[in-house]
């Protein structure tokens, strides 16, 4: 589909009324209509869809949100995303790994609190070989009841599969944006195809996949996010990771504008939507464009908070963007001010793993 610029209006409002009411009878739309309400910046629209995406979350996966420990063990990175301040080239980053050791004992750590999941994000880094990677999987497995989702990036099928027998339950690889255009454009060393590759693959040998994108990267359409969505049509993904593009200035788009909480909360609901079963984050993003993003993502499809439980030290050195939410917070203060929110804004904290709807029968 060719890209339509952003402010097109090219429905009326009584259109837009048959649109909502296509989200709530049928739960799809098409690539033009999709466009079309993604154009629109009439608040009271978007209140209804919000309201929409609400009501779905509740039916599908109910008021419980699940907590996910994250881990951000190294910074070091072998790629050049134009986003991403941990990208090779960005010499004034101080960079970090943590020793196998180190990681297992703080996923201990994390289960220690009562969290059950523990998600092991780093940035693509050379120096975990498969080997060290099974060895910490198996040892937390051993160690501590916590499921485990890898957020690693790009590899093999066959390493893939040798992650997932190993006993790693998830794993997240965000499709970033579904404009092959626009993701070739911010990814010099890596193809489209190669990314939806990976994602298929994450599927083929039995992980529970999240994907997701950025909202408000710099040239992107309406008509790139339409196809965000129907990408997530596609795939029904088990989980869905979305957030604003926020820019660094070490890296060549640090000029450009951040993202919205409106366009964020829009791809939210819209992914809820559309992909009725999937656990959404209210990304650390979200939160940290808009002091309430995070509780204004809960109350538009979001059912999933990640407390950041990385070590103080190596925190603050983990600069995918700046000014990054709680980063002066050691993990238990997060976790004990994430809980209250949730509370706060009407919720339950979720106590079982939070695993994806389709594999809940036989993983309990
Ligand atoms: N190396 C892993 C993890 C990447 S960091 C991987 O490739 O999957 C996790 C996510 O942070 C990325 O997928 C990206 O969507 C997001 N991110 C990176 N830089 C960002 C920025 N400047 N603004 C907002 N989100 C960003």
Not at 4 to 33: F, N
Not at 36 to 62: C, F, H, N, P
Not at 125 to 130: G, I
Not at 277 to 302: M, N, S, V
Request: charge should be neutral.
């Amino acid at each position: 589909m060719k890209p339509i610029p952003y402010k097109e209006d090219r429905y009326l409002m009584s259109d837009l009324a048959y649109v909502i009411d296509k989200l709530k009878t049928r739960q799809t739309l098409t690539g033009t209509e999709l466009v079309s309400l993604i154009s629109s910046t009439d608040e009271s629209i978007w209140q209804k869809v919000y309201a929409v995406a609400d009501q779905i979350r509740q039916e599908y996966v109910g008021d419980d949100v699940h907590l996910r420990g994250l881990l951000e063990f190294s910074n070091i990175c072998k790629r050049n995303c134009s986003y991403c301040g941990l990208r090779k080239n960005n010499r004034d980053q101080i960079r970090y790994r943590m020793q196998p050791s180190d990681i297992i004992e703080q996923a201990q750590r994390i289960a220690s609190y009562g969290i059950k999941t523990v998600v092991l994000q780093s940035g693509e880094d050379a120096f975990y070989s498969l080997d060290m990677l099974t060895h910490i999987i198996r040892s937390i497995k051993q160690t501590a009841d916590i499921a485990i989702t890898l957020s690693i990036g790009e590899r093999t099928k066959d390493d893939y599969r040798t992650l997932r027998e190993a006993g790693a339950d998830r794993y997240l690889l965000r499709h970033e944006t579904a404009s092959k255009e626009l993701y070739e454009k911010l990814h010099p060393d890596s193809k489209y195809e190669e990314r939806i590759r990976c994602i298929e693959d994450l599927f083929d040998v039995g992980f529970q996949v999240g994907i997701g994108s950025m909202v408000g990267l710099p040239g992107q359409t309406a008509g790139d996010l339409a196809e965000d969505i129907l990408l997530i049509q596609k795939y029904q993904p088990d989980m869905i990771g979305i957030g604003p593009f926020i820019p660094h200035q070490d890296t060549p788009i640090g000029q450009a504008d951040s993202g919205t909480i409106e366009d964020t909360l829009k791809i939210v609901s819209l992914a809820r939507i559309v992909c009725p079963t999937a656990h959404i984050p209210a990304t650390t993003a979200t939160g940290t464009i808009d002091y309430y993003g995070r509780e204004k993502a809960l109350h538009a499809g979001a059912n999933v908070v990640m407390p950041n439980f990385t070590p103080q030290s190596y925190r603050v050195h983990y600069n995918i963007y700046p000014n990054k939410r709680c980063i002066d917070e050691e993990g238990h203060k997060c976790n004990f001010c994430i809980r209250a929110m949730i509370v706060r804004e009407g919720r339950t904290v979720g106590t079982g793993y939070g695993h994806a709807i389709r594999f809940k029968h036989n993983t309990g």
